[in-house]
């Protein structure tokens, strides 16, 4: 499966962004998706994943209630909702998917097969 991100950009602390998450080649609802980003300097960490149906996600703490993530499958699209945000939000996102056989959430970077190229995301102060 090819992956393109979109939606990064430069916004305003406090600001939302909604970065989109393209897929193509493979049947999108036979994975399991998650956001990654890599700020300067620091390694790529997860802050979201989703099951493939949709019904399952996983936040890191430092995104809970403010970060949305979700996929509309009909569109081969997945989604991350970034609200509230602020300076220490400013890396380069990634999305990920794996192939899984059922409903389970993938918190693991490793288990990610598939990347997109990223999209960068600056929030100002």
């Known amino acids: 499966v090819q992956l393109v991100e979109s939606g990064g950009g430069l916004v305003q602390a406090g600001g939302s962004l909604r970065l989109s998450c393209a897929a193509s080649?493979?049947?999108?609802?036979?994975?399991?998706v998650g956001w990654f980003r890599q700020a300067p300097g620091k390694g790529r960490e997860l802050i979201a994943a989703?099951?493939?149906?949709?019904?399952?996600?996983y936040y890191t703490d430092s995104v809970k209630g403010r970060f949305t993530i979700s996929r509309d499958n009909g569109k081969n699209t997945g989604f991350l909702q970034m609200n509230t945000l602020k300076p220490e939000d400013t890396a380069v996102y990634y999305c990920?998917?794996?192939?899984?056989?059922?409903?389970?959430?993938?918190?693991?970077?490793?288990?990610?097969?598939?990347w997109g190229r990223g999209t960068q995301v600056t929030v100002s102060s």
């Open positions: 989703i099951s493939r149906s949709g019904d399952n996600s």
């Open positions: 080649g493979r049947t999108f609802s036979t994975y399991a």
């Open positions: 990920a998917a794996t192939w899984v056989s059922n409903r389970i959430v993938v918190v693991t970077t490793p288990q990610y097969d598939y």
